[in-house]
């Protein structure tokens, strides 16, 4: 769009078209303004959208505050003392400032100025009086350090010229709020330095569609692949001030042009949205029962976004020959149907910040602690956690009846996947039972928290200790000491580690990590574990979602109606849930190979999914029972297996994310193995198809044994060394009792491995590990290595470990 090319005779300086203004003009025209006026003369090149208007530059508040006597009120800032009356102070001074500014007036000639600008777009929209947003652009905001957002104020339909005049008032006097002043302070600029523009802009109408903001990489762990859209019914402001819990949307970057890539959609906790008020200004009317069960926008819109935050990311990054992320405000028109942008800004926390960095833990002066020592067990994990000793005997089935806080430490007898939300606000875990691969240790890994397993007596021994401090850092031993240690942080240059001897791949379950995890180094993702997805996101029994009318308790069908809202049906559910938990972690690794394996629940676990126990039978020893495989082929349990197919074929043919190969776990034999494919195919996978592989989890002596057999019909091996050393060796590795004698590297075990190696060579077979042993062993990594492994895959927080291990060796 342009506006009124030739209309408009401007005094110079003083008031411009926004299309007139860019980045050149910063000073003149402020962060905001200059921006909005770069994206509209680039908005037709582009195909977005960008709403037109008009600025008064900084000259205008130069002027303002000299004929209005406000400057000397403004000095004033130099005389405040950085005391106990600081705050006090710097109020009293910012009220006086923002009063002056309301009882001023512009000179005859810049108010005729304002008023024909404003004339003149209202035309240009076919309105007798537009509707407009009065927008603050102060000259140190959407700096390259510093965004300065919210900072200063907008006010939203602004109708007429007296309100004009008021809210351009009212926004230059926000530049001296209470909070601008403070971050000002905080940044070390003085008030004096600072000068305001302000940008009129024809609104958008969100009040009858949704707006939100967006950032072209991930916000948190600054993930560069990804788009992260956040969006609501109604006009923006509630996104922005963060007064609502907006819905999510994930895109994939790389994938636009060719598939639909929205990685993840998260229904966000809605309850009103912003509207125009009857006359001027806002109101907040509560959404209907539709809006808050029903996504504010749907894929098309997305996609549509997505593209073009893509666009102004290139644009900007080639224009200041530098990576440039950027955070989007938008808004879409109910009326017109029709995207629009409203503000386009630098991201200034990951663009700024070096990835390569690591950072890790350790006591100091761990020798002189002997004194505090309070416990020993199995260490998970190499970092350190303190905090309050929280005893949890029993889950209860209201988590929210326990007293834990987020920081305390967890100690209990033994964890299973119910007790995860209270692990996630954990500091450090610790568990009277279990070994380095029960519930607790994986989940700790997963979760990146210090954790203590098979640690007899900790409930005990702890019930009358307050604070503590858990340490992992010291190997396979972990110690708990009393009170909180202090302890320091190792910074490592991850860009100076040595290339390893091997591919170095993942374990991952949780999709929430894999962003974050995708910083360190890696070639993929060996391990992706569906059980994680289905107990963390789904929550529901596979065949409950299929089958509700099986079920008897109508407390339990009232949970998964309202858990599955949303969706056309339990199926859909499951599917897309699981879809976009494998999505988001095939697209932070992407293109590396991602490998997800197919879920491995035993009987005992699915029971505890909701409604599990009317489809579970109760096994005496589920570990070696109805798990893996031998569920995928079976009558009771094929259709379930059916979604699962269905959600990997949407993440790879929908999606666009190849790199996805799946795995076979607990197969015990050849036909096993062959029926499992076969149902595959029946499903919509098929080997070799689009290029799908298929790997096989090599944690059963058969499948060593028959090694050969099974190179015929799979593409890789991956050795589950947790359960191959368990079934060798003839132990429950969840047993405390029996954990003395768990061992990857006893001769048996590297017997095992050693053959399945040698036999997937002489067949080309790809073949890796994603036990624990590498991670806790270096000498045991070092043989995998010897023997001529393809991969070793392990846990996030042990890769930078093992790298180093194995360039010393």
């Not at 108010?111 to 009086?129: G, M, Q, T, W």
């Not at 059980?531 to 789904?538: C, D, G, H, T, V």
């Amino acid at each position: 769009m342009r506006l009124y090319k030739k209309k408009l005779l401007i005094i110079l300086m003083y008031l411009k078209k926004l299309s007139d203004v860019n980045y050149s003009m910063f000073n003149l025209v402020g962060g905001k303004n200059a921006s909005l006026g770069e994206m509209l003369q680039i908005s037709e090149k582009l195909g977005i959208r960008i709403p037109d208007g008009f600025v008064l530059t900084t000259l205008v508040y130069d002027e303002y505050i000299q004929e209005n006597n406000i400057l000397q009120l403004i000095e004033k800032e130099r005389t405040i003392r950085d005391n106990d009356d600081y705050l006090s102070n710097m109020t009293k001074l910012s009220c006086d400032i923002q009063e002056k500014f309301m009882e001023g007036k512009f000179n005859e000639k810049r108010s005729l100025e304002i008023l024909n600008s404003y004339k003149i777009l209202s035309k240009y929209y076919d309105l007798k009086k537009a509707d407009v947003a009065v927008r603050s652009s102060a000259t140190t905001e959407d700096l390259p350090n510093a965004s300065f957002a919210g900072q200063q104020d907008t006010y939203l339909n602004v109708t007429g010229y007296d309100s004009l005049i008021f809210y351009i008032k009212k926004c230059m006097a926000s530049l001296f709020n209470v909070r601008a002043m403070s971050y000002r302070k905080n940044l070390n600029i003085s008030s004096k330095q600072v000068k305001i523009s302000v940008g009129i802009q024809k609104m958008v109408r969100s009040d009858l569609g949704s707006a939100g903001v967006a950032f072209s990489l991930d916000p948190e762990s600054g993930n560069r692949k990804v788009i992260v859209i956040n969006s609501a019914y109604g006009l923006g402001e509630l996104v922005v001030s963060g007064q609502s819990v907006p819905d999510e949307f994930i895109v994939m970057k790389e994938l636009l042009n060719d598939y639909k890539p929205i990685i993840d959609k998260k229904l966000g906790q809605k309850e009103g949205k912003l509207v125009y008020a009857n006359r001027d200004g806002i109101e907040l009317k509560l959404l209907s029962s539709r809006e808050k069960n029903n996504y504010s926008l749907n894929d098309f819109q997305v996609l549509e976004l997505a593209k073009w935050i893509v666009k102004l990311e290139k644009y900007y990054s080639e224009k200041t020959n530098r990576y440039h992320p950027v955070d989007i405000e938008w808004a879409y028109d109910g009326q017109l149907d029709q995207m629009f942008i409203v503000q386009c800004r630098p991201e200034t926390i990951h663009s700024n910040k070096n990835h390569n960095i690591l950072e890790s833990y350790k006591l100091n002066n761990i020798e002189k602690l002997q004194d505090k020592k309070l416990l020993e067990g199995i260490a998970v994990g190499d970092s350190v956690g303190c905090g309050k000793v929280k005893i949890v005997p029993e889950l209860l089935h209201d988590l929210s009846q326990i007293d834990f806080n987020k920081g305390d430490v967890l100690v209990t007898s033994i964890t299973d996947p119910d007790w995860e939300p209270l692990m996630k606000k954990a500091s450090a875990i610790i568990t009277e039972k279990g070994g380095r691969t029960c519930h607790a240790a994986i989940v700790a890994r997963e979760l990146g928290v210090p954790a203590l397993v098979g640690c007899k007596h900790a409930i005990s021994k702890l019930e009358e200790i307050d604070d503590i401090t858990l340490d992992c850092s010291n190997g396979e031993k972990g110690i708990v000491y009393e009170g909180k240690i202090k302890f320091e942080k190792i910074i490592t240059d991850l860009s100076k580690l040595p290339e390893p001897p091997v591919k170095i791949m993942m374990n991952l379950a949780s999709p929430e990590q894999a962003f974050k995890c995708s910083n360190i180094p890696n070639s993929g993702v060996g391990l992706a574990r569906e059980e994680f997805i289905i107990n963390n996101y789904i929550k529901v029994h596979p065949l409950a979602l299929l089958h509700p009318e099986n079920i008897e308790d109508k407390n339990i069908l009232k949970k998964i109606k309202k858990i599955s809202k949303g969706y056309s049906s339990g199926e859909e559910y499951f599917i897309k849930k699981l879809t976009y938990g494998i999505s988001r972690i095939a697209a932070a690794f992407y293109p590396n190979d991602v490998i997800v394996r197919f879920s491995d629940f035993k009987s005992n676990e699915y029971r505890n999914l909701l409604g599990g126990k009317y489809f579970e039978p109760q096994e005496e020893n589920p570990m070696i029972g109805w798990r893996g495989a031998s569920r995928y082929y079976s009558q009771e349990y094929e259709q379930a297996f059916g979604m699962e197919c269905k959600a990997i074929q949407r993440v790879r043919e929908l999606k666009g994310f190849k790199n996805v190969i799946v795995m076979l776990p607990f197969c015990r034999t050849v036909e096993e193995c062959k029926l499992v494919l076969h149902t595959m195919e029946k499903y919509g996978l098929k080997r070799g198809v689009n290029g799908l592989q298929v790997y096989l989890m090599c944690e059963i002596p058969s499948n060593v044994i028959l090694a050969e057999e099974f190179c015929k019909y799979v593409d890789g091996f991956s050795i589950g060394s947790n359960d191959l050393t368990q079934l060798v060796l003839g132990l429950d590795r969840d047993s405390e009792l029996v954990q003395h004698l768990y061992d990857e590297r006893n001769p048996a075990v590297k017997t095992m491995i050693s053959r399945a190696i040698k036999v997937c060579k002489e067949n080309n077979v790809k073949i890796g590990i994603c036990g624990q042993g590498p991670s806790d062993f270096p000498d045991f990594a070092k043989f995998l290595v010897d023997e001529g492994i393809d991969s070793i895959s392990l846990t996030a927080d042990s890769i930078v470990k093992t790298i180093q291990e194995l360039d010393s060796n």
